[in-house]
């Protein structure tokens, strides 16, 4: 669980990085355009170790799916979005910038709200509950 959470926040800080980079390329510091790009190739290898780690805390560590499906899906996004920016589709790049941004920001805030364990203190809970409602129900 601490190895997701410090690629989570890994991906967090890189994807606030961003905005400022190709901000100060906009305003006319040139060499920040590179910037951005390494900062994205970053950005996108520590999307992927995310990914690795999420799957690790859900199948080794019997965490929750959902951190693995949406670092996934936030890998193909970060894909798209380094396409689209050496094809200088800013049109589809900018927004999608800020999609990726709002999602980085959400996870790594969901990812350090879980609990460890708390997933499977519920489940035990839900199946030690059932047998004594099946009894109740059969009498």
């Not at 990085?17 to 190709?22: G, K, N, T, V």
Request: charged fraction near 10%; hydrophobic fraction near 60%.
């Amino acid at each position: 669980m601490g190895t997701l959470r410090v690629t989570a926040a890994l991906v967090a800080l890189l994807a606030l990085a961003q905005p400022f980079l190709a901000g100060g390329f906009l305003q006319g510091t040139y060499p920040l355009l590179d910037a951005h790009m390494k900062a994205a190739m970053i950005l996108s290898t520590a999307v992927l170790l995310t990914v690795i780690a999420a799957l690790l805390v859900w199948r080794l560590g019997g965490g929750p799916s959902v951190f693995a499906l949406r670092y996934a899906i936030l890998l193909v996004l970060c894909v798209a979005q380094i396409s689209l920016g050496f094809s200088r589709v800013l049109i589809l790049h900018i927004p999608l910038g800020v999609g990726i941004f709002v999602m980085a920001e959400k996870f790594v805030t969901d990812v350090f709200r879980l609990k460890p364990g708390a997933e499977a203190a519920a489940a035990a809970a839900t199946e030690s509950a059932e047998p004594t409602e099946l009894a109740e129900a059969q009498a």
